[in-house]
């Protein structure tokens, strides 16, 4: 499917963003088990928390105004949110994880 939407690109681009500094962080963090990554990556959700809460704010804006895209919309709300269980996945992971 092809995206034609700058606000919906612009999505897109951030949660792809995200999901691989948040996956670059956990890693690093799980290889090398240093506090300093653990309290990078905390920092790291407190920002990401915040560009992705305004971002999706647009998006939903984007949807209100272009109904008529309301398919692409969709499939982009949907793409954007599966960051959510991802996160809280790494979360359980950083918490639950005995070395």
């Known amino acids: 499917m092809q995206i034609t939407q700058s606000t919906n690109k612009k999505a897109l681009q951030v949660a792809t963003i995200t999901f691989l500094l948040g996956t670059i962080i956990l890693t690093l963090y799980l290889i090398s088990e ?14 990401a928390l915040v560009l992705n809460t305004m971002v999706f704010i647009e998006l939903l804006a984007n949807t209100i105004i272009n109904y008529q895209y309301y398919k692409e919309n969709l499939i982009t709300t949907l793409c954007f949110l599966l960051n959510v ?6 979360f359980f992971l950083v918490m639950h994880c005995q070395f």
């Open 34 to 47: 240093s506090a300093s990554f653990l309290i990078a990556g905390v920092f790291y959700v407190c920002v």
């Open 85 to 90: 269980p991802v996160a809280i996945g790494y």
